[in-house]
């Protein structure tokens, strides 16, 4: 991972993002290119991992920067996974954020065991209002 350039708030591409969202396994609306790019411009924080330039994950989320902050997606290729590139992921999101705030997600079902391995908490206390489409 010494290769492994990371970046907040630097400019991605749609058809990065959805590269990498593809190949991570993690379930976003791939082939509406419209959605993915409004998704990319109406981010709080984006954070970036590259490797020789080639985007190979990304961890994007919606914040107020004092209370809460909602990760939206943390993905990364499959060909890079297991070498803690999500885990410096959520580092450098948590550093941009400080100690005030606390980091609120929902996991994929296949990502249920990873998230306590990094700190996290698991909570009862959620409701979700599903999307129609």
């Known amino acids: ?21 593809r190949t991570s396994g993690l379930r976003r609306p791939y082939q509406d290119t419209e959605r993915i790019e409004f998704m990319l411009k109406h981010t709080d924080l984006l954070v970036t991992a590259r490797d020789a330039g080639r985007l190979v994950g990304i961890a994007r989320a919606l914040t107020d920067f004092r209370f809460y902050c909602f990760l939206t997606d943390l993905a990364v290729d499959a060909d890079y996974q297991k070498q803690g590139i999500g885990k410096r992921l959520l580092q450098t999101v948590q550093g941009e954020l400080g100690e005030e705030v606390s980091l609120v997600l929902l996991s994929s079902p296949g990502a249920m065991t990873y998230y306590p391995h990094v700190g996290f908490h698991k909570a009862d206390n959620a409701w979700v209002l599903p999307r129609q489409r």
Do not use: S
């Open 1 to 21: 991972m010494a290769d492994i350039a990371f970046e907040v708030n630097g400019p991605v591409t749609v058809e990065e993002a959805i590269r990498v969202y």
